[in-house]
């Protein structure tokens, strides 16, 4: 029972911790995004994104699902006590992303000017040029932050991403002041290099933590005894083997909306649109409403990250029921903080897009209507999340990637079919994408109990919950009715958001959705728990 309890400390301790980490970098790219723009204006940010989605696609494919890849097979190694194999692993992996990094971020910089041409905006070969370096630093990065994350440990993982965000921000808009005067193109150059001064200092800083902790893990790798070492090709074919999937799965999305575009453009235009309004609610959608979802990602994606190591471990020693309570944990947390996010922001859609957009007022009501549909697919997308993280841990990688892309082709399907209705119009595309993560999450969710035995208390994981945020949905809602006529949008919204988080934590506690126990478990909790017990008996 101590051994059980302590790796789930060590699961929800890692949660927490990249989640933080996870809501501070979202805080930080804030702060980036919206002065730059102010600095640099619409054609220095022209410059700028036409360089970093391209960047994007070369990290997807350079890096993608290996950090996961070395995570599970040093959790695998590390439960067997096969420490030396565990270390062999990240350096195998160190050596093969060294080399992937070299690679990505050559072809990047040397092709940089035919990039920039054949897409016929030669101005971004400078942002290109700038950014190509980080291809390079990342790489390495993630090895160390798969091997601490297979370790269970994500603190230095959560440094890193943290001191990468915030050189970036700082010599990202530091630069773009200074070579402002030398035109909107070499300032947003000085932009684009804050993403390579960010991953040179996040290497530095998860690699200064490694060689901190050098001499202990030697040490620990020492004291085994190495028996049938594995090869070389098998580590690099065991890698790729886990990565690709995830790699691929990764690329499924941003295919599928590149073919939603056109669809929806398409669609609209046949019902009556004219062009300019097809792409203003687009815009709308994929613009305003849609980039709201991805703050309670941050959190969501915390608990996939944290289970992966957690459930390979206990795969692989065969403690069944310690893994089934993990999972039931996984699920449970990820309800936990989806559902309220999703009631949330459905039930203060408008209010919180005129929150965001107080300049284009009309605009954002009229995007509010796209959030309130898009915020319920917060709960399958954490779902997903959650039952992605298992079903690695337990080498399925390849049935997520199956599942995502029959979603996929739903919401190709439905896309098509409800945005030609008049009165759905673009709303039709936002039911699409909700539907799409329902299909993918119930299919995770159906192999994740098929491949794992998991027993799941359906009342306490999605019920309970639900039932809390019923309730705090309808306190958000009375709330901002009442405040709105005296005090304004913005701080209505505020005051009921809070609120809400509240009653929220009350009825969880109130109705054992999460005990004082579970969160002694947290980073501080015990102090926290301590404090709740003088409230909750």
């Known amino acids: 029972m101590d051994e059980t309890n302590s790796k789930n400390k060590s699961f929800l301790k890692g949660a927490v911790i990249l989640g933080l980490a996870g809501i501070i970098i979202k805080v930080l790219g804030a702060f980036f995004r919206i002065p730059l723009a102010n600095i640099i204006g619409d054609d220095g940010m022209g410059y ?3 360089a970093y989605p391209i960047y994007n696609l070369f990290l997807t494919l350079a890096i993608a699902g290996i950090p996961t890849a070395i995570a599970r097979m040093v959790a695998e190694r590390t439960a067997l006590d096969r420490r030396y194999e565990a270390h062999r692993v990240f350096k195998v992996s160190f050596w093969l992303l060294f080399g992937t990094g070299v690679v990505t971020s050559a072809i990047l910089f040397l092709g940089a000017g035919a990039i920039t041409r054949a897409i016929k ?11 190509a370096p980080a291809l390079f630093f990342c790489p390495l990065m993630s090895s160390f932050r798969g091997y601490f994350q297979g370790l269970q440990d994500m603190t230095p993982t959560a440094v890193s991403q943290v001191v990468e965000q915030a050189f970036r921000v700082a010599i990202g808009l530091g630069l773009a002041v200074i070579l402002l005067p030398k035109g909107l193109n070499i300032a947003a150059a000085g932009a684009s290099f804050g993403a390579t001064a960010g991953a040179l200092f996040g290497f530095l800083g998860i690699g200064l933590v490694y060689l901190k902790r050098r001499k202990a893990i030697l040490e620990e790798v020492s004291r085994d005894v190495r028996t049938d070492v594995e090869s070389v090709g098998n580590i690099f074919k065991d890698i790729l083997i886990i990565a690709v ?3 691929i799965g990764s690329a499924v999305l941003p295919v ?35 980039p709201l979802l991805n703050f309670p990602q941050v959190l969501l994606q915390a608990v996939s990250m944290s289970i992966v190591p957690v459930v390979a471990s206990a795969f692989k020693r065969q403690e069944t029921k310690f893994m089934h309570d993990n999972i039931n944990l996984a699920l449970r947390y990820a309800s936990i903080l989806s559902i309220p996010c999703a009631v949330g922001m459905s039930v203060l859609s408008t209010p919180i897009m005129l929150l965001f957009y107080p300049r284009v007022r009309e605009s954002a009501a009229s995007a509010g209507g796209c959030l309130q549909i898009l915020a319920y697919g917060v709960i399958f997308l954490g779902m997903a999340h959650a039952l992605n993280g298992i079903l690695q841990g337990i080498g399925k990688q390849m049935v997520p990637v199956q599942n995502l892309c029959i979603g996929a082709l739903v919401k190709i399907a439905l896309t098509y079919l409800l945005t030609g209705i008049p009165a759905l119009n673009v709303r039709g595309a936002a039911i699409s994408t909700v539907a799409a993560y329902f299909t993918a999450a119930f299919l995770d969710f159906n192999a994740m109990k098929r491949h794992t035995g998991t027993k799941v208390d359906y009342k306490l994981t999605f019920g309970k919950p639900a039932v809390c945020a019923a309730v705090m949905g309808v306190v958000v809602w009375g709330t901002y009715r009442i405040c709105h006529g005296f005090l304004g949008n913005a701080l209505s919204t505020v005051v009921s958001i809070g609120i809400g988080v509240l009653v929220y934590g009350i009825l969880v506690l109130a109705l054992k959705a999460i005990t004082l126990e ?3 478990r947290l980073p501080k909790g015990r102090k926290l728990a301590n404090l709740l017990r003088r409230f909750v008996r």
Do not use: H, W
């Not at 971004?124 to 700038?130: D, E, V």
């Open 48 to 50: 700028y994104q036409t």
């Open 121 to 131: 905006e030669p101005g971004a070969i400078y942002c290109m040029q700038a950014i």
């Open 245 to 247: 999937p995830i790699t």
């Open 256 to 290: 599928i909306n590149t073919i939603d575009t056109a669809i929806v453009k398409t669609r609209l235009i046949s019902i009556g649109f004219d062009s300019d309004m097809a792409r203003a609610l687009y815009g709308q959608l994929t613009g305003m409403a849609a």
């Open 518 to 520: 579970e969160i002694e």
